[in-house]
């Protein structure tokens, strides 16, 4: 067992869980944080993991548990991504050596992703950060843009939606756009942990794979032979919706708007889509994904499908 203690928020979110598997899996000591009367009970038993009730918005609640920890990870919710200052100020408090912060997702120092209003808790949350770090020289922190997250964008329907063969081609649909599983989002936590020397204080680009939307309807076709229905949108337009939608304060669907900030980030060249230029993918021991790769991801999703449909058939 790894002497390194790691202590995790967020265990139980769609990230949350496949960080906790890769940490276990290394053999690192977990601790997983979680809320008073939260979901924990979903988390599977493990010889290294310990669980702990604590009030997130309490800074003394936060430092005790984080006592001898090493590492802190944010894996909480986007809409909870505001809510790390507590978070971060018990780690400095409790001596915790590196912070990675639920920065996951687009990239987040590119000037127009700036001034997306789902950008500002993760700039907010960046800055608070680095003058955490200027003025105590122990504490570090590292955050990890991933793009798309990509096998979550195909079972949410997000990116495309191979269960009904539909989609919506943002600006045509041939952006290309940086994507990576969630496995590979965890593969790159470990990598930080194992390299913090070369990683404090930065934030790392990674993916799986570079793709578009057009390339993936084509493998889908290439699989099951289906045709698919699609309609075209202009991120530009979605931008200006979702900051009417904004403006309507309690009346308008504030879901619905982080969504199309997310994606006028996430299919438009010039909110730095595509990582390619300056991977971090080496650093933290990830690799990118081959066309085959990628295909065969597509074939077991579609796989996954046609047995959850054939279950739902039969009644099981």
């Known amino acids: 067992m790894s002497s390194i203690k790691v202590v995790l928020a967020g265990a139980t979110g769609n990230l949350g869980v496949t960080v906790l598997e890769a940490l276990l899996n290394t053999n690192f000591r977990v601790i997983v944080l979680t809320r008073v009367y939260g979901n924990s009970s979903k988390l599977t038993s493990h010889p290294n993991l310990t669980i702990m009730e604590v009030d997130f918005n309490s800074t003394q ?28 100020d018990a780690s400095v408090s409790a001596g915790v050596r590196r912070f990675i912060p639920a920065e996951f997702g687009m990239d987040s120092r590119n000037p127009l992703c700036v001034e997306l209003p789902v950008c500002a808790p993760k700039v907010d949350t960046q800055r608070y950060l680095q003058e955490k770090a200027n003025s105590n020289p122990s504490f570090t922190y590292t955050g990890i843009a991933n793009g798309l997250f990509l096998d979550w964008g195909l ?70 032979g289906k045709e698919w229905h699609t309609t075209s949108k202009d991120t530009e337009k979605i931008r200006q919706e979702s ?74």
Not at 170 to 183: I, M, R
Request: hydrophobic share 40%; charged share 15%; net charge negative.
């Open 243 to 316: 900051l009417a939608e904004l403006a309507k304060g309690t009346q308008g669907n504030f879901n619905t708007a982080m969504d199309g900030f997310c994606i006028c980030a996430m299919w438009n060249t010039g909110y730095g889509c595509d990582f390619s230029s300056h991977l971090d993918n080496d650093l933290l021991g990830m690799k990118m994904m081959n066309e085959s790769e990628l295909r065969a991801l597509i074939g077991r999703f579609l796989s996954e499908l046609q047995s959850a449909k054939e279950q739902r058939k039969h009644g099981t």
């Open 155 to 224: 079972k949410g329907g997000f990116i495309l939606d191979p269960a009904s063969h539909t989609a919506t081609l943002y600006n045509g649909g041939d952006v290309p756009f940086s994507a990576t599983t969630l496995a590979d989002v965890a593969k790159a936590i470990v990598g930080v942990i194992k390299n913090q020397d070369q990683t404090a204080n930065q934030i790392l680009y990674i993916h799986s794979t570079v793709t578009t939307q057009n390339e993936l309807i084509q493998y889908v076709k290439d699989k099951d």
């Open 61 to 88: 609640s936060l430092i005790a548990a984080l006592q001898g920890a090493e590492i802190v990870i944010s894996c909480l919710a986007t809409l909870a991504i505001g809510s790390q200052t507590p978070l971060i």
